[in-house]
């Protein structure tokens, strides 16, 4: 091979590369070189760079030069000032030049860069690229050699990574499931519920109606007004905000709904308040690790009897249903 020792053991692609190595030193000499020859005619050429001296320096010299005997103050101002403005000129001239060379360069780095991204994803393609340009023989006579695009490798994990079609499909999903969801839930309030209640005006006056599993208080009042309406006087000429409706010794306000508290496993002082039957717990064993289960009637009062006898039992009992307040266990007596 030329070039080479004849004790040189080694490919072809080394001896390229060598070849390559070589070249690109002998061309970074050749361009020092040039640098400091046109360092050394600059200053020859001008004769006003001295090495170590500043620009304050450099105008005096060169004004010195220029002013020989006696001269007008005019004629003085003159020459200064366009010794100054050839130096500024000067200077300004090698600044462009210096710029307008590092942009060639760095337009060059981006071309290399952009060629060797086309062309090839390997890491030592520049150096194959560049052995070929240089020795395009010894290559034919090698043989040609052919690069293969990298591209994805389909048994890597790739979930972690951002991808837009898959978010979207996820977004999508949520949407469908929160529509299925909110279908169902209106699917269960729609469905009836029977509730076994008693008018309590000191004494019990039971009776069952029907309503839907999301009306609220309110509505379910509404109902046994017109239910308890024939049968009683005082709830014919009263309204349904002086009906109060008590479950488990707590008065449910107005706006809860019944599926409210069945969606919440809502519990009251002396039962759970999602069941509106009523059952007793009836063991033949009795173990005091399993809570009753046990379900009382609901109680409507109007507004006007629980004022005057709420210190009275069970009305004295009785408080407004809290839902953040949580009962441990139940009790039928006391506070």
């Not at 007004?225 to 479950?247: H, M, W």
């Not at 306000?253 to 009836?282: M, T």
Request: with cysteine; hydrophobic share 30%; charged share 35%.
């Amino acid at each position: 091979m030329s070039g080479m020792g004849d004790g040189y053991v080694g490919t072809s692609q080394d001896g390229v590369r060598i070849r390559r190595l070589q070249k690109q030193r002998e061309a970074e000499r050749r361009k020092i070189q040039e640098l400091k020859s046109k360092t050394a005619s600059g200053q020859e050429q001008s004769g006003l760079l001295q090495f170590g001296s500043s620009s304050c320096e450099i105008l005096d010299t060169a004004f010195k030069k220029e002013t020989v005997g006696l001269v007008t103050r005019e004629e003085y101002v003159e020459k200064r000032v366009n010794i100054r403005n050839k130096f500024e000129e000067e200077e300004k001239e090698k600044m462009l030049k210096l710029l307008q060379e590092e942009e060639e360069l760095q337009q060059q780095k981006r071309s290399k860069k952009r060629k060797l991204k086309g062309s090839s994803r390997l890491s030592f393609a520049e150096d194959l690229d560049d052995g070929s340009d240089e020795d395009d023989g010894e290559n034919k006579s090698s043989g040609n050699l052919r690069y293969a695009k990298l591209g994805k490798d389909p048994s890597v994990e790739t979930n972690f990574l951002p991808d837009s079609e898959r978010e979207a499909e996820e977004q999508a999903e949520r949407e469908r499931l929160k529509k299925q969801w909110i279908r169902e839930q209106e699917q269960i309030k729609n469905e009836p519920l029977q509730i076994t209640y008693s008018y309590w005006d000191g004494t019990g006056h039971r009776r069952v109606i029907q309503v839907r599993k999301g009306d609220a208080i309110g509505n379910f009042l509404r109902a046994v007004q017109q239910q308890l309406a024939p049968d009683f006087r005082e709830i014919r000429t009263t309204s349904v905000e002086n009906l109060l409706y008590v479950k488990e010794d707590l008065i449910i306000p107005h706006q809860h709904s019944f599926y409210e508290l069945i969606i919440n496993k809502a519990r009251g002082k002396s039962g759970p308040l999602f069941h509106f039957d009523v059952h007793e717990d009836v063991r033949t064993i009795a173990d005091a690790t399993i809570e009753k289960d046990e379900s009382h009637a609901g109680k409507v009062v109007e507004r006007h009897w629980y004022e005057k006898n709420k210190h009275i039992f069970p009305a004295s009992r009785w408080e407004i249903y809290d839902p953040t307040k949580k009962w441990e266990r139940y009790t039928v007596h006391g506070d």
